[in-house]
Nanobody, 116 residues
Framework: QVQLVESGGGSVQAGGSLRLSCVAS??????MGWFRQAPGKEREGIAH???????TYIDSVKGRFTISRDNAKATLYLQMDSLKPEDTAMYYC????????????WGQGTQVTVSS
């Protein structure tokens, strides 16, 4: 059982930056991701990492967000730059043992609020 704990959320003005962290209780799995859910909207996967360098992003965050990992610290990161009000959401990290499967482990979330 992998437990995930996110931190780093907060309130920031548009154009600002935040870095989210997600610490795993054991170790990071091969495939991990960041998701977000805004009020009244469905949860969406925004960034995924496979291994140490294979990353994918949804179009709305591409070029502004960067997912990375530090396996020695069992920590997943999400660097968010040029934040926009539409990035306001609860952000979750997730892990899965097999990349072809659905995500099976989730953190409790950290709130990000971007004001204009």
């Amino acid at each position: 059982q992998v437990q995930l704990v996110e931190s780093g959320g907060g309130s920031v003005q548009a154009g600002g930056s935040l870095r989210l962290s997600c610490v795993a209780s054991l170790s990071l799995t091969h495939c991990m991701g960041w998701f977000r859910q805004a009020p009244g909207k469905e949860r969406e996967g925004i960034a995924h990492i496979e291994g140490n360098s294979k990353t994918t992003y949804i179009d709305s965050v591409k070029g502004r967000f960067t997912i990375s990992r530090d396996n020695a610290k069992a920590t997943l990161y999400l660097q968010m730059d040029s934040l926009k009000p539409e990035d306001t959401a609860m952000y979750y990290c997730a892990a899965k043992v097999l990349c072809r499967n659905e995500y099976q482990y989730w953190g409790q979330g950290t709130q990000v609020t971007v004001s204009s």
